[in-house]
């Protein structure tokens, strides 16, 4: 238990993971027959590699890494289709830190940015917005991406341009939203899961409801966790002693910033402004239903697809292969761990990504080549 | 790039679009704070703490949850990416050409 003792409550670590050890033995579960629990954001992949979580665990344990990195769900056709944006004369294409890395069919954002396209790195879709008021005879587009928990701030940045008349602001929009594909995931006959930690910031937005369909329709137990390492570790207690019990419900473990209802205000700014889409593609997953978001018309102005013409909104959705023997699906799906990827540590590093997993601290691949460390890499070497 | 960082709102700026100003582990700059606005006057928001993403205050939280959140922040690195961000995007405002 090596990393105990960074904890800030070490005693109390270790009394969790007693008794972790103790329920997963009750429920008879050992390294040859696991109770495979996925941890949905990609916040909580981090922190379970940095904290060493699946290594103070039972072998009993196996931690499945779900979709929750945002960008490393995203597909290249839709970073080909930013690329594109970015290079049209007028435009100022801006976007978050992390998606300017994501690899498309041909660059990233990044490398178009080396090439004289007018790409910049912003905090908030506000910088974006206050670029446009100060450029007002340049198009300034946000990339909008990411869960419930960035959603409403595309929204509410896209109704302050509305209430102050900023008309060359648009958002290229490419939220995706967490419970679709958890139910994909579900309904795959080579998945099988037992149990889900289930995200803390999305939550906070969305509330507990939306997770409802997890413990009634499909019979798994799922809690909604916070990121100290102690919340997941209480977490994972609480998926046990469900199964355990034979229980299936929907628990908050991170009641203290988490209410049951989610934040009304968001809910209402992102009803106000976007609709569902009728199905949407994600890296390794496919096309999934219901599973993106797109400005209703009512905000067209604001719609980089509409002014544009470009992506979901011309119909020019375009599936495009993911790299030569690359396992990223199969990572995502989790059906094999990161060192199982021919490219691992060798053509895709994050420092060279070739596939998004590895672009983002969040994404499975990076974790396990950072925390997974030089052994992984050796490994797979 | 879903976890909130913890700051300190400390001035409304623009009552009308809802903005303000927070303290970020040292760093002050204009956040949005209608999501935990909940038809209070703006002003009492001042010296609330709360979790902020992408320049919105989306949560309220207590001082002491505050500290915790930023603990592990740090630890995950993820602390010094977000005050990263914020330079850049501040750095991208400014004219070019
Ligand atoms: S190592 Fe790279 S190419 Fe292989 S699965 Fe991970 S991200 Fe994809």
Same mark, same amino acid.
């Given at each position: ?42 916040? #909580? ?19 499945? #890494?779900?979709? @929750?990195?945002?960008? %490393? ?13 970015? *290079? ?41 917005? *206050? ?41 290229? %929009?490419? #939220? ?24 803390? #910031? ?16 499909? @019979? ?7 990121? *100290? ?54 890296? @390794? ?6 599973? @993106? ?34 396992? %990223? ?18 053509? %895709? ?33 | 790039?879903?976890? =909130? ?24 700059? $204009? ?7 909940? =038809?209070?006057?703006?002003? /009492?928001?001042?010296?609330?703490? /709360? ?11 207590? $001082?002491? $949850? ?11 690195? $993820? ?19």
């Amino acid at each position: 238990m090596k990393y105990v003792e960074e904890f800030r409550d070490p005693a109390a670590a270790r009394g969790v993971l007693a008794e972790i050890s103790r329920v997963t033995d009750q429920i008879g579960a050992t390294a040859d027959a696991p109770v495979r629990i996925m941890e949905i954001c990609g916040g #909580h992949t981090h922190a379970i590699f940095r904290y060493g979580l699946d290594k103070l665990t039972p072998d009993g344990i196996e931690f499945i #890494h779900g979709p @929750g990195c945002p960008v %490393c769900v995203l597909p290249r056709s839709r970073v080909d289709e930013c690329i594109d944006l970015a *290079e049209q004369p007028d435009v100022i294409f801006t976007s978050f830190g992390d998606a300017m890395r994501v690899p498309g069919s041909y660059k990233s954002l990044l490398q178009a940015k080396a090439q004289g396209a007018d790409v910049r790195m912003v905090y908030s879709p506000l910088d974006a917005l *206050e670029l446009a008021r100060r450029n007002p005879d340049r198009e300034v587009v946000f990339f909008g991406l990411g869960f419930e928990s960035t959603t409403p701030s595309t929204a509410l940045t896209i109704q302050q341009a509305r209430r102050t008349n900023v008309l060359n602001f648009s958002v290229f %929009c490419n #939220h995706i939203t967490v419970p679709p594909p958890i139910k994909a995931l579900l309904d795959d006959p080579h998945m099988c899961l037992d149990g889900f930690v289930g995200p803390g #910031h999305v939550s906070m937005v969305i509330g507990l409801r939306p997770y409802d369909f997890i413990a009634q329709d499909y @019979g798994k137990p799922i809690v909604v966790a916070g990121f *100290e390492p102690l919340d997941l570790l209480q977490s994972v207690l609480m998926v046990l002693r469900q199964i355990r019990d034979g229980r299936a419900e929907v628990e908050n473990q991170y009641a203290r910033v988490v209410p049951a209802e989610g934040n009304p205000v968001s809910l209402a700014a992102i009803a106000d402004v976007y609709e569902t889409r009728p199905s949407f593609e994600w890296r @390794g997953l496919g096309e999934i239903d219901a599973s @993106g978001l797109r400005i209703r018309p009512d905000y067209a102005t604001f719609d980089a697809e509409q002014k544009f013409q470009i992506g979901y909104g011309a119909g020019q959705a375009r599936a495009v292969a993911e790299p030569d023997g690359c396992a %990223c699906g199969e990572v995502m799906t989790g059906r094999v761990k990161p060192v199982a990827c021919p490219h691992f540590g060798k053509g %895709c590093t994050p420092e060279l990504p070739l596939g998004a997993l590895m672009v983002s601290s969040e994404g499975a691949c990076a974790a396990y080549y950072q925390y997974g460390g030089a052994r992984a890499v050796e490994v797979a070497k | 790039m879903c976890l =909130g960082i913890p700051g300190q709102i400390i001035a409304i700026t623009d009552a009308d679009l809802m903005m303000a100003v927070a303290e970020i582990s040292g760093v002050r700059r $204009e956040v949005n704070v209608a999501c935990i606005a909940e =038809g209070a006057p703006l002003e /009492t928001l001042v010296g609330t703490w /709360t979790l902020i993403h992408v320049g919105f205050a989306m949560s309220r939280i207590d $001082e002491d $949850e505050a500290a915790k959140t930023l603990d592990v922040l740090r630890e995950l690195g $993820e602390a010094q990416e977000v005050l990263d961000a914020m330079a850049e995007g501040a750095e991208s405002l400014r004219p070019r050409r």
